[in-house]
């Protein structure tokens, strides 16, 4: 029970400061995920101002052409 401790010792978690750190192919991992996220806003951008009368459902499906896309350069660029 809580209301049994009279001074709570009030120490910064040291599970949050081995979480804030990053090892180097974590943060490969991260510029990789954004530029892909980058590559494909640029794509999704260029496709919404080629067509007129879009629908979500068009950006949807366009969206997941792209992640389709992603997934097979992925595997193509592990496979070297």
């Given amino acids: 029970d ?3 401790i ?3 010792i009030q120490q910064p978690s040291p599970i949050k ?3 804030a750190v990053k090892t180097e192919e974590e943060l490969d991992a991260y510029k990789e995920a ?3 996220t980058d ?3 640029r794509a999704i951008r260029k496709y919404i101002e080629l067509r007129d009368n879009l ?3 068009d ?3 366009k969206l997941e052409e ?3 896309i992603a997934k097979k350069l992925k595997a193509y660029k592990n496979a070297k």
């Fill in 17 to 19: 400061v081995l979480k």
């Fill in 2 to 4: 809580y209301s049994l």
């Fill in 39 to 41: 590559k494909t806003m």
């Fill in 59 to 61: 950006i949807a499906k």
């Fill in 34 to 36: 954004f530029k892909q």
């Fill in 55 to 57: 629908s979500e459902y």
């Fill in 6 to 8: 009279k001074k709570p």
């Fill in 66 to 68: 792209e992640k389709v």
